[in-house]
């Protein structure tokens, strides 16, 4: 059975190339444009392996939305990488004290992504 990961980047060409990463890897795929299309995607959806997510979006920034998945009971557990633009130590402690278990800093490498979810997934 195929893991489930949920992609929340405002960056419809960045969660293409990460889908095409991830489903050639065997993982299913869910995908949305903010923080607020994110909590609806979990909504959905009771069983959501992973979630990568971006700081910088419109509508619900990726911090907050972290903060908002880590408050629901069914997916508090989920493991949370950042995949953003933003390298600074401030924000990065900001995405750990909100539940973010990885960072890591566009563009990313593929093989180091794939490397970080097969670490973090669920099983």
């Given at each position: ?9 405002d960056s419809g060409s960045l ?109």
């Open positions: 059975m195929a893991k489930t990961i949920l992609i929340v980047d969660r293409t190339v990460v889908r095409m990463t991830l489903e050639r890897a065997g993982y299913d795929v869910l995908e949305a444009g903010d923080g607020v299309q994110g909590l609806a995607r979990l909504g959905e959806n009771s069983k959501v392996h992973l979630i990568i997510s971006d700081v910088n979006m419109p509508n619900m920034d990726g911090i907050s939305f972290v903060k908002e998945v880590k408050q629901h009971p069914r997916h508090k557990f989920a493991p949370v990488i950042m995949l953003t633009t933003e390298g600074q130590d401030a924000k990065k402690e900001q995405g750990r004290a909100a539940g973010a278990k990885a960072w890591m800093v566009k563009p990313f490498n593929p093989p180091q992504l794939l490397d970080a979810v097969s670490k973090l997934i669920l099983p």
